[in-house]
C-alpha cells in the first residue's frame, strides 16, 4: 500500500528555518517524480516544488532560491528545506506522487502545518 | 503562466442532483495533462479525474470528466451525501508548471 507521512511542521518566527520530511512507503522515492504542494489556512492548492528521478528539481517563483527539496533513497525519504520563511508561507504542507510525466498526483500525504508567526 | 479558472465558486445542490463544475483555462491545456481532485474539510485532497475524463481507481461512476482545449467539466451524475466537498481543477505545463484552479465548493442545498 501507497503511504506517504509528511512530519516536520510547526510554528516559526520569520526569518526563520524549517525541514518537513514525507516518509514515503509502498512505493521506491527515486524511481518517482515527488512534489510538495501546500494549502494556505482557508485557501487553495499552490504546487511549490518536484524532484524529477533523474534528481532534476524545480520550484514555484514564489519559492525559488528560499526553499530546497531532496530526498534520501536510504530512507526512502522527501524533504523541503524551508529558509528565509515568510508569514505568506503559513500553511499546509502536502507531499504528493506525480503518475510520470503526467503532472498527475494520484498519492498524497496528510499535510503537516507550518505557521510563520512572531 | 496558465491560469484556471473555476466556476461557480460556490454550488448549492440537493442528494440525487446532477452538478456540473468547470474549468476554464487561459490558452489552451493538453487533456493528457488536466485533473480533477475533491478535498473535504480536513483532508488531503484525492484524485478523481485524470487526463481531462478517465477516472482514477475506485472512483465510482458517478463521477465523469469532459473537455478539451481551454474547457473541461467534471460531472457527478447523482449526488451523495459524501460527494459535497470542494474540488480543484489542475494543469500541468512546460517548465514545468502545475496550476491548480481556485475551487468549487459543492454544498448540501
Known amino acids: 500500500e501507497v503511504q506517504l507521512v509528511e512530519s516536520g511542521g510547526g510554528l516559526v518566527q520569520p526569518g526563520g528555518s524549517l525541514r518537513l520530511s514525507c516518509a514515503a512507503s509502498?512505493?521506491?522515492?527515486?524511481?518517482?517524480?515527488l512534489s510538495w504542494v501546500r494549502q494556505a489556512p482557508g485557501k487553495g492548492l499552490e504546487w511549490v516544488s518536484v524532484i524529477y528521478t533523474g534528481g532534476d528539481t524545480y520550484y514555484a517563483d514564489s519559492v525559488k532560491g528560499r526553499f530546497t527539496i531532496s530526498r534520501d533513497n536510504s530512507k526512502n525519504t522527501l524533504y523541503l528545506q524551508m529558509n528565509s520563511l515568510r508569514g505568506e508561507d503559513t500553511a499546509v504542507y502536502y507531499c504528493?506522487?506525480?503518475?510520470?510525466?503526467?503532472?498527475?498526483?494520484?498519492?498524497w500525504g496528510q499535510g503537516t502545518l507550518v505557521t510563520v508567526s512572531s | 503562466e496558465i491560469v484556471l479558472t473555476q466556476s461557480p465558486g460556490t454550488l448549492s445542490l440537493s442528494p440525487g442532483e446532477r452538478a456540473t463544475l468547470s474549468c476554464r483555462a487561459s490558452q489552451s491545456v493538453s487533456s493528457s495533462y488536466l485533473a480533477w481532485y475533491q478535498q473535504k474539510s480536513g483532508q488531503a485532497p484525492r484524485l478523481l479525474i485524470y487526463g481531462a475524463s478517465s477516472r482514477a481507481t475506485g472512483i465510482p461512476d458517478r463521477f465523469s470528466g469532459s473537455g478539451s482545449g481551454t474547457d473541461f467539466a467534471l460531472t457527478i451524475s447523482r449526488l451523495e451525501p459524501e460527494d459535497f466537498a470542494v474540488y480543484y481543477c489542475?494543469?500541468?505545463?512546460?517548465?514545468?508548471?502545475?496550476?491548480f484552479g481556485q475551487g468549487t465548493k459543492l454544498e448540501i442545498k
Open positions: 509502498g512505493f521506491t522515492v527515486s524511481y518517482n517524480y
Open positions: 504528493a506522487r506525480e503518475i510520470a510525466a503526467t503532472g498527475t498526483f494520484d498519492y
Open positions: 489542475q494543469q500541468y505545463g512546460s517548465s514545468p508548471s502545475y496550476t
